[in-house]
């Protein structure tokens, strides 16, 4: 049976190995740190940095394709894999488009795809033009690098773009702007697809995200037309084929206020917005991946129930005296059917630590207890002030 190298030991590579146990496969990964969430289970552990050109051929000697937890490493690393012989999955030419985002922009727009109106930043006084411009606030961001809204930004007027441009310009940060979009709110298509061109969708989902940061998802998007989703799902799949994409990717979206689809960012790998699935889907997109970098044929990605609530476990300002084990144990006194998804990492503000899936019939019903669930296990809280000794 196949091995297939993950580099980054994070979360996701932690589930993308719990895919693989079922499959047969082996999962190694390139991680940093020993205690790494995947480095803590996979018994095939290679040290060292993903910039790292000689780890990464470490961890790709012997194995049948290597993919991304994360998505920062660098091209030309890729590419000198590539000529010796990696299957690397997504390959550089697709991936730059989910590490730049400028890129991505540029490209998408000259493929006539919906995406907000932006302009590279070079000067205060570029980003201050575009404000004049478009209207303020606009949205300034890193062109490379962030994650969870690090590296986005939203000032308010040209005072304070000029300040942000400063500091980041002088840090070394490629900066672009955009137009800060009227949102309804915020979808996300994901697909997976193969060497071999099959592809297959999840519903489309929406997102909510807190701080920039993704806090639940809503799986399929409620009341979402069915020529809004026909067209985010189309979305997908188009920009899966064009550019050459292999194995899960993200279509993070806006709905308008006008309502209208516009491409917000695209992650090539398994995303938090898929982790419904791993319970609210015949297949989850850490097995699609899997059956996607290695030219299986493609799973069911068919839902399980009428709606599936994801809500992420966020570290709490504070970290509960409760251990973990204990609130867990609460968790699962009160909500026996909630499935609950933790990463073996340490507890710090607004951290991504586990998740929690709800199943159900009602969207609001079933996002409350959710997001109940999660809270539970963050803060050692119920929102809703039960007491299991009253
Ligand atoms: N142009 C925009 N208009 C309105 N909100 C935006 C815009 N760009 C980003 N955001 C908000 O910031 C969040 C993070 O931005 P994103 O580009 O997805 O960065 P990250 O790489 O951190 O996910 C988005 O999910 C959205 O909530
Ligand atoms: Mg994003």
Redesign the pocket.
């Known amino acids: 049976m196949p091995t297939v190298t993950m580099v980054g030991g994070g979360q996701l590579a932690r589930m993308t190995h719990q895919a693989a146990i079922a499959l047969g496969q082996r999962l190694r990964v390139l991680a940093e740190r020993p205690d790494d969430p995947a480095a803590q289970v996979s018994p095939d552990v290679v040290l060292g940095s993903h910039t790292d050109l000689d780890a990464l051929r470490r961890a790709a000697t012997g194995s049948h394709a290597l993919t991304f937890d994360h998505e920062h490493v660098p091209t030309e690393h890729l590419e000198a894999l590539v000529a010796e012989g990696v299957a690397v999955r997504p390959p550089p030419q697709a991936l730059r488009y989910a590490q730049d985002?400028l890129a991505m922009r540029t490209e998408l727009s000259a493929r006539g795809l919906p995406v907000?109106p932006f302009t590279v930043v070079e000067t205060e006084a570029g980003a201050i033009r575009f404000g004049d411009e478009h209207g303020w606030p606009i949205?300034l961001?890193a062109v490379r690098g962030?994650?969870?809204?690090?590296?986005?930004w939203m000032p308010a007027d040209a005072g304070a773009a000029a300040k942000i441009v400063t500091e980041q310009l002088g840090a070394g940060v490629a900066l672009m702007a955009?137009?800060?979009?009227a949102?309804k709110r915020?979808l996300s298509a994901m697909v997976a697809r193969s060497p071999y061109g099959q592809a297959a969708t999840w519903p489309v989902v929406e997102t909510v995200?807190r701080h920039?940061q993704c806090a639940v998802v809503i799986a399929p998007a409620p009341d979402l037309s069915e020529e809004l989703a026909a067209e985010a799902e189309e979305l997908a799949l188009r920009l899966a084929r064009d550019l050459g994409v292999v194995g899960a990717m993200a279509v993070?979206l806006?709905e308008t206020e006008s309502g209208e689809i516009l491409i917000?960012?695209l992650a090539m790998r398994p995303h938090n917005s898929g982790h419904w699935g791993m319970d609210g889907a015949r297949t989850g997109q850490f097995e699609q991946h899997l059956r996607a970098v290695l030219d299986y044929p493609l799973g069911d990605t068919g839902p399980l129930a009428p709606v599936t609530v994801m809500a992420n476990i966020l570290g709490a300002p504070e970290a509960p005296e409760m251990s973990m084990d204990e609130r867990l144990h609460h968790l699962f006194a009160r909500m026996p059917d909630a499935k609950v998804h933790l990463y073996g990492k340490g507890e710090r503000p607004d951290r991504k630590i586990g998740h929690v899936n709800v199943l159900g019939d009602e969207v609001a019903a079933v996002r409350e207890r959710a997001e109940r669930a999660a809270h539970w296990m963050s803060h050692a809280v119920w929102t809703d002030g039960w007491d299991p000794h009253e």
């Open positions: 985002k907000p949205v961001k962030g994650y969870d809204g690090r590296g986005v955009e137009v800060r979009v949102l915020e995200q920039g993070e806006f917000n960012e």
